[in-house]
């Protein structure tokens, strides 16, 4: 009969498993991401030289997502940490004073970025945020910044492999650039560009690619809307015609159906985040995913 492990052989162990994660990759630099869309990007400019994870998959909402004890010991084995900031990530500063990190490496992505104020300011319990909209991310210009930020910050990690990130962060921009170039170039044959959305994080990629945004169905994050305003949104679809609904797979889809019975506009879901829906597990396939669906739907 085996004997049981003694109080330090499982002391050890666990000791072990918090100080050298099971998951990564000799040698690498070890970075955690809050979102799923920061993950992408670090391992696009990463590659074979960092270990990524995201807090957040793609299904859950980051403005009101739960810490686990996981996460935790996830940032305080990291060498970098990676966030949106702009008051997404509300629980992110106790996550990194919890993980006693001293030398982790934190990057605020949002920094030097320009927020739009005038439209889906966050709400908390405590009040209103005034940083503005955080949804930067779903404008390749803005992505472009945050890439660069990140390049920045391995290489001050891991300076042994700067060219090899220094020449991913190339052809990466490179990609965005054509990305971004055959998305206007689509949008710009169609005739109708507006639609209603369901939560305010679409207003950065309206902007960049021509879309208009009539309304939100959710205009403060954490909150419901009213009857008044749903009746608003109602008479505004019948009247102007608005021919499309945008929801997302993270929030209830039983208010934009109801929209749609009322008035016959489509309901159409798209995604904020990389890995919510089939086909845009990556930054790049979830900008395409979003436009085609788009187009399709608003084409005549």
Not at 15 to 31: E, H, Q, R
Not at 173 to 193: F, M, S, W, Y
Not at 231 to 248: A, M, R
């Amino acid at each position: 009969m085996a004997k049981p492990l003694s109080y330090t052989l499982i002391l050890a162990f666990l000791l072990a498993v918090i100080v050298f994660p099971v998951d990564a990759k000799p040698d690498t630099t070890i970075v955690v991401t809050t979102l799923s869309v920061l993950q992408d990007y670090v391992q696009q400019i990463g590659r074979e030289h960092v270990t990524v994870t995201s807090l957040i998959s793609g299904l859950e909402n980051g403005h009101s997502y739960a810490l686990k004890p996981s996460d935790i010991l996830a940032v305080r084995q990291a060498h970098m940490f990676v966030t949106i900031g702009a008051g997404l990530e509300v629980w992110a500063k106790q996550l990194v004073e919890s993980a006693q990190n001293s030398t982790l490496e934190v990057v605020v992505t949002s920094k030097g970025i320009s927020l739009l104020r005038n439209t889906g300011s966050i709400h908390t319990k405590g009040g209103k945020h005034t940083f503005g909209n955080p949804h930067i991310w779903l404008d390749p210009e803005n992505a472009k910044s945050m890439i660069r930020q990140i390049t920045t910050r391995l290489i001050k990690l891991d300076r042994a492999n700067r060219r090899d990130y220094l020449a991913n962060q190339a052809e990466y921009l490179r990609e965005l650039d054509t990305l971004q170039a055959d998305i206007k170039r689509r949008v710009k044959k169609l005739p109708d560009r507006r639609f209603i959305s369901h939560h305010p994080a679409w207003p950065y990629f309206a902007r960049r690619f021509g879309f208009k945004i009539v309304g939100n169905i959710i205009e403060h994050s954490g909150a419901e809307p009213s009857a008044k305003h749903l009746s608003t949104l109602v008479q505004q679809i019948k009247k102007t015609g608005i021919k499309v609904i945008v929801s997302e797979p993270q929030l209830n889809q039983k208010i934009p159906q109801i929209l749609s019975d009322e008035t016959g506009a489509r309901v159409v879901t798209l995604t904020a985040m990389p890995g919510a829906l089939p086909g845009t597990n990556t930054y790049t396939s979830m900008l395409r995913f979003n436009v085609s669906t788009l187009l399709e739907t608003l084409s005549p």
